[in-house]
């Protein structure tokens, strides 16, 4: 069975840019999350999709961050635009029931300059 | 309101030695417990999870951690360390209330374990 799988695993960009993030869940999980972790802090709950509903986003920072998961499979996380505070590791995480074991990917590591 | 505090972030031994990660928990309602472990350019991996069980909860790799209600600790153990369990640690807490499982889980900042030969 595949894992989660991220892309791109790095992604350097200017400030003002606009990066998109993907995340491919393992196949048949409904629920899927994003987690990200600024430098030096603790990984934090960004938002969790029930298929491609949005079931909680009070983690997103602020507007210039969207999340999108079309269809119930993959999702994507754009950043536009990019500001210096947003760079991290953007962890996804999937399970097949909500009290589910959650399955990470390997996370994207964004810097933004 | 859920939060984890790991008291240490860096923890360092030499192979063979006993480990110790301390994690302290606040939680509202009856919560469940994980450690995940990281390696460099890898996923968080499950290690163990507590979830009002037996207190002593045993996880992969030798590690066990014990649930204590009283101290609101969940320290994660091993008697012997190998040099492959040089990781990134996480203390995690998930909040079930009445019966329901939320989505959200909330991460200690992480202990970094080192291993010397």
């Known amino acids: 069975e595949a894992g989660v799988t991220q892309f791109p695993s790095h992604s350097v960009i200017e400030k003002g840019q606009t990066v998109t993030l993907r995340c491919d869940p393992i196949?048949?999980?409904?629920?899927l999350y994003w987690y990200r972790r600024v430098m030096g802090k603790e990984i934090k709950f960004l938002l969790h999709?029930?298929?491609?509903?949005?079931?909680?986003e009070s983690g997103m920072p602020n507007n210039r961050f969207l999340a999108e998961r079309t269809g119930g499979t993959y999702s994507t996380l754009k950043v536009q635009p990019a500001e210096l505070e947003d760079s991290g590791v953007y962890f996804c995480?999937?399970?097949?029931?909500?009290?589910?074991?959650?399955?990470f990917g390997p996370g994207t590591r964004l810097t933004v300059t | 309101a859920q939060s984890v505090t790991q008291l240490d972030s860096h923890v360092s031994v030499s192979e063979g030695t006993p480990v110790l990660l301390r994690c302290n928990y606040s939680?509202?309602?009856?919560?469940?417990l994980f450690w995940y472990v990281q390696h460099p350019n890898k996923g968080l991996q499950l290690l163990l999870k507590y979830t009002s069980a037996a207190t002593l909860v045993k996880g992969i790799n030798g590690f066990e951690a014990e649930f204590k209600k009283s101290e609101t600790s969940f320290h994660l153990t091993k008697p012997s360390a190998h040099m492959s369990d040089a990781a990134e640690y996480f203390c995690v807490v998930s909040e079930d209330a009445g019966g329901t499982s939320y989505g959200k889980l909330t991460f200690g900042q992480g202990t970094i374990l080192t291993v010397h030969p």
């Open positions: 995480a999937s399970s097949q029931a909500l009290a589910g074991r959650r399955y």
């Open positions: 999709f029930v298929k491609e509903s949005k079931q909680d």
């Open positions: 939680s509202s309602y009856s919560p469940s």
């Open positions: 196949s048949g999980h409904d629920n």
